[in-house]
């Protein structure tokens, strides 16, 4: 189990470029865009992400108590797992937390507890305070970190590797010495901060005590408080104890002023910064963090899981040497979560090649190719997906083609954009890839896409299994079906709608003449339009 957690992933991407916004709510308090532009590229590309809607799947599933729990979800859904043992391990501690409710309920408690006191913890840890009111912020947040390790003491004994792994990871940072720095006696020495086991005998020290108030502050104070408490009760001479008050309220001075200001802005530099840089080098505590985080994901799934009103399952994943995705009657998981009548899809990619998929706009073409994608990302994050029955091989890799718009630096216009896309898509086709091109070859004569639209898909069948196409050229899958190569599927229409049921088939007409109806645009609205203005 090395690669359980990303080493040090939320604490680094955190307190360098404040992803985690402390003063908010734990649903909003991760910034997904900012996050996403900070991580590197793994399985997907950021366009693949983007395209598949990458963040409003975050937001559908994010059902996430904490803030650490949210941006460790966001993280997994843009470097989905290649490895089937984390997989499977992660499957098998979500089950084992849907089937305990004890268990369950336990988490959920501990999230809610570890959830009150974390917005403290980061106000440190990102400094959101200022240097002369440090130590509320110091001790709630040293509160935070003893209720993180704990609390989670109360969490029933899991069985599974996964949920095991997690708790020993929490209450380990316990035994740390980093944890022992906020809760017992601090020194801060030449070497930096330092707890009094890891302070030798011999070692010049200061005790650092989080608080205004020392021998320093209060020395000063002492006999002006003294004289005039003897004045009043009449131990002393009126006139002496207003003469010794009055040297001694220098003293009162200096030491108010110590404790109000020199303490803390010394503290701040020599005990406190220190401190947060010991907590956020720590391995322990970015583990126990990043624990927390991914205990706080598998809650969020059975929540989502609980949420929707169709069913979903666990896909059964393996690690073969060509990607395969079968599933029943698969939904949307954006689209079908507000939707109690939504039209799922069998998806049968094994062995075909290319899935020629055709139709008019708007008849769900690109929702099953998006469907298709998403439910790969869930599956190798270790989430449920929204089908009866599913199996899937991990993708290494996956791409998704949409037309762009042709860029002002690219001298081929529009073609040579969209095919260099499409160049650089084939060149990191693997047989372990999942590849969904939404057309392909634009902007030339029909007959030049049609010749360089056969030589890349059939160099895509010679490499990959999953490919899909969505295009409106029935020519060129009426092409490869007489061939015999490929599986093809049509949106199919009832009356003059359609179903967003996707059946065997090729569609050869594009209803451009019902989209053109339905926006006002058809050739009787223009002919209308020219006569009733003059024109003809």
């Known amino acids: 189990m090395s690669d359980l957690i990303s080493d040090k992933m939320i604490i680094d991407l ?6 985690i916004d402390e003063r908010r709510p734990a649903a909003a308090a991760v910034d997904s ?61 979500f089950l084992e937390l849907e089937a305990n409710d004890r268990l369950r309920n336990a988490v959920a408690e501990y999230l809610g507890v570890f959830s009150e006191r974390e ?21 709630r947040a040293a509160k935070a970190t003893d209720v993180m390790h704990r609390a989670a003491a109360a969490i029933p004994q899991p069985e599974t590797i996964y949920l095991d792994s997690l708790l020993r990871l929490i209450k380990s940072f316990g035994e ?28 010049p020290a200061l005790r650092f005590r989080p608080g205004r108030l020392s021998a320093c502050s209060v020395g000063p104070v002492l006999p002006c408080l003294l004289t005039a408490g003897a004045g009043y009760a009449g131990l002393v001479n009126e006139a002496v104890a207003q003469y010794i008050a009055l040297l001694t309220g220098g003293g009162f001075f200096l030491g108010s002023s110590y404790g109000g200001v020199v303490k803390p802005l010394l503290d701040y530099e020599t005990a406190l910064l220190p401190l947060r840089n010991r907590l956020l080098d720590s391995s322990r505590f970015a583990s126990a963090i990043e624990a927390v985080g991914g205990l706080d994901v598998l809650f969020s799934f059975g929540e989502f899981r609980r949420s929707f009103p169709h069913p979903t399952i666990l896909p059964e994943l393996t690690d073969g040497e060509r990607h395969y995705f079968e599933a029943t009657d698969l939904k949307n998981p954006l689209l079908a979560k507000e939707d109690r009548n939504y039209v799922g899809n069998d998806v049968f ?25 998403q439910s790969q990302i869930l599956g190798q994050i270790g989430a449920p997906i929204v089908a009866t029955k599913a199996r899937m091989n991990i993708a290494t890799h996956i791409a998704y083609q949409a037309p762009a718009f042709d860029s002002l630096n690219d001298p081929e216009g529009r073609f040579g954009t969209e095919l260099r896309t499409t160049r650089d898509i084939f060149f990191a086709t693997t047989p372990k890839s999942l590849v969904v091109l939404d057309e392909i070859a634009e902007g030339t004569t029909s007959h030049e896409r049609l010749n360089q639209s056969v030589a890349i898909l059939n160099g895509l069948m010679a490499k990959c299994n999953s490919n899909l196409l969505v295009t409106h050229s029935f020519e060129l899958a009426e ?50 339009h020219l006569k009733e203005n003059g024109y003809i």
């Open 14 to 19: 955190n307190y360098r470029n404040k992803i």
């Open 119 to 139: 917005a403290d913890l980061f106000r440190f840890l990102n400094v959101h305070y200022h240097p002369l009111f440090p130590y509320g912020v110091v001790k």
């Open 176 to 203: 740390s010495p980093e944890s022992q720095l906020v809760h017992r006696p601090t020194y801060r020495t030449w070497d930096g901060i330092v707890t009094r086991q890891e302070k030798k005998w011999h070692t």
């Open 479 to 528: 092409k490869f079906q007489a061939e015999g190569k490929g599986r093809f599927i049509q949106v199919e229409f009832k009356g003059n709608a359609p179903t967003h049921r996707l059946v065997p088939g090729i569609s050869c007409d594009s209803h451009a003449d019902r989209v053109a109806s339905k926006i006002g645009f058809s050739p009787d609205d223009i002919l209308s």
């Open 33 to 93: 865009h900012k996050m996403f532009a900070l991580l590197t590229e793994t399985i997907a590309e950021k366009r693949t992400l983007e395209m598949v809607e990458i963040h409003d799947l975050y937001k559908a599933l994010n059902h996430t108590r904490t803030h650490v729990g949210a941006a460790r979800l966001f993280h997994s859904l843009v470097t989905p797992s290649e490895s089937l043992e984390l997989i499977h391990a992660k499957q098998e501690g």
């Open 349 to 373: 990619l094994n062995g075909q090649g290319v899935t020629f998929i055709t139709g008019p706009n708007s008849g769900g073409k690109t929702t099953y190719c998006k469907t298709v994608v």
